[in-house]
């Protein structure tokens, strides 16, 4: 089973940036697909954005292309979701998410979640 834990959530006005992290732990790094879904108050759970494992695949949900930008650093073990032209409904909270040889939209096929973060953008 893979640890994650996110970091960088918090208060932003429409318009600025945030940068959200994940340390993960338990695995090889570099093995694993990593992700990020977000889930509103009242909404279902959506998937934002993922990485493979070698970082140069990547894929975003519409809602968040051109705005929002996933990496990673396999020496450090941390994926990271840079947030740009931030706008209310992003408002969420973000959960990264692992997996062995998949980095797809598919939440149900990721058996390790972070705990979550939360992101509220005022207008």
């Known amino acids: 089973q893979v640890q994650l834990v996110e970091s960088g959530g918090g208060l932003v006005q429409a318009g600025g940036s945030l940068r959200l992290s994940c340390a993960a732990s338990g695995r090889t790094f570099s093995n694993l697909g990593m992700a990020w879904f977000r889930q509103a108050p009242g909404k279902e759970r959506e998937f934002v954005a993922s990485i493979g494992w070698t970082a140069r695949n990547t894929n975003y949900a519409n809602s968040v292309k051109g705005r929002f930008s996933i990496s990673r650093d396999n020496a450090k073990n941390t994926v990271f979701l840079q947030m740009n032209s931030l706008k209310p409904e992003d408002t969420a909270v973000y959960s990264c998410?692992?997996?062995?040889?998949?980095?797809?939209?598919?939440?149900?096929?990721?058996?390790?979640w972070g705990q979550g973060t939360q992101v509220t953008v005022s207008s």
């Open positions: 998410v692992a997996r062995e040889n998949y980095w797809g939209p598919d939440k149900r096929l990721y058996p390790s």
